[in-house]
């Protein structure tokens, strides 16, 4: 355990819970996004929090919380994927997933979790839309325009430039506006 | 929207209809968060569990380390600065994770109801040090449950037994009140004196503790 004593005083001394409740949603939001409401994005989000959970007592006083667990975030959403991949058994072979059965969760597919929340036929056009863009633009618009990070983070984020965010991002845009009602 | 600190453009539409797209239901949220307690528990990384519960005195907030019960508070002193007091002083890993507390909740419980006369929950005294923690010791084991003790014969008990005020201060800042039973301590003149908690608070509990 850490103690007082061994953190300096240029360290983050909230209390993580605090953490949780300001940015917890947030960061659901973001990994539904990228990997689809679903399992993939519960556990996307669990290991996000539990890395941060460890990592909290050193963070330096001062950082940006939130982009600091978009960045874990981003990363936790690419093992899953990395996991999902390696995992390729037969999708009959797999307890039924909450996405609905004959899927693998957290794709198109998964979409069928929301209902029940938000009975909204634009907004499961909307998630449906984003789950169709192509990753690099679902990340972008994920991470710019739900977690409301600069084009330039993101680019760090995804080993890019700011240039091919923003194109990125305007496209996912675009496509988001052809097939749904985000125009309105 | 939320409570969340948004960096981007205010007016951007976007954001605001995939926020909306993308709203989290509170049932969502909440499971998430037990299983961030539990796998925060299984990872050792649960530095300080917390959880509230309601009692005669008002909500209380237990906080627990690893080692055992590290704090009780009462609301007046304000949940979110008991929080803070812990993420400084103990742990900033601070989570709710209410299993940890379970049995304390539970013999809270059961000494409200009249069902129990002395708490066996481990402490950590981390809180509690040099003299206040000598005194507060003391009080865990010398003043049993339906008496009481002057700040005075307390102090008389202690390595410095003339520091009478040193002893009120300490029951004044106890870290597990209710636990370690600072409203047995009273004045001399068998007025209540200081709580935590609060003078209400003192005379229900020892109001509570009077009945055979």
């Known amino acids: 355990m850490s103690t007082a004593a061994a953190r300096g005083p240029d360290r983050a001394c909230e209390p993580f819970e605090r953490v949780v409740d300001a940015h917890g949603a947030t960061v659901l939001r973001v990994v539904r996004a990228v990997l689809g409401p679903g399992t993939d994005a519960d556990d996307a989000w669990s290991e996000t929090f539990l890395a941060a959970l460890r990592a909290w007592p050193d963070l330096p006083a001062g950082a940006n919380v939130e982009a600091w667990l978009v960045t874990i975030a981003h990363r936790k959403a690419v093992d899953v994927t990395r996991g999902r991949v390696r995992r390729a058994v037969p999708v009959a072979d797999l307890p039924e997933p909450s996405g609905g059965p004959g899927r693998p969760s957290g794709w198109p597919g998964a979409v069928g979790d929301v209902v029940g929340s938000v009975a909204h036929v634009h907004t499961l056009d909307l998630v449906a839309a984003v789950a169709a863009l192509p990753r690099r633009q679902r990340e972008a618009v994920a991470y710019h325009h739900l977690a409301g990070l600069p084009h330039a983070e993101v680019a760090v984020l995804l080993g890019s430039t700011p240039a091919a965010v923003r194109r990125a991002a305007a496209d996912g845009v675009a496509a988001l506006r052809r097939t749904t009602s985000l125009e309105r | ?212």
């Open chain 2, 1 to 212: 929207m939320t409570n969340t600190t948004r960096t981007s453009a205010p007016d951007d539409p976007a954001a605001a209809l995939l926020t909306e797209a993308y709203a989290v239901a509170p049932d969502d949220l909440d499971r998430l968060r037990r299983r961030l307690a539990r796998e925060a528990e299984r990872g050792d990384l649960l530095d300080v569990a917390i959880r509230t519960v309601d009692s005669p005195v008002g909500a209380l907030l237990l906080a627990a380390t690893e080692a055992g019960v590290v704090r009780v508070a009462f609301s007046g002193e304000g949940f979110d600065a008991v929080q803070s007091e812990l993420a400084e002083r103990v742990s900033p890993r601070v989570l709710v994770a209410p299993r940890r507390l379970d049995a304390a909740a539970r013999q809270l419980d059961d000494y409200f109801g009249g069902r129990r006369r002395h708490f066996e929950v481990p402490l950590d005294w981390r809180l509690a040090t040099g003299y206040r923690g000598e005194v507060l010791h003391h009080l865990a084991t010398d003043v049993p449950y339906g008496g009481t003790a002057s700040y005075a014969a307390l102090a008389a008990r202690t390595s410095s037994p003339r520091a009478v005020r040193a002893v009120g201060t300490a029951c004044a800042t106890n870290p597990l009140p209710l636990l370690v039973p600072c409203h047995r301590v009273v004045r001399s003149d068998g007025s209540a004196g200081r709580y935590r908690g609060g003078p209400d608070a003192k005379a229900l509990l020892l109001a509570l503790e009077s009945r055979v």
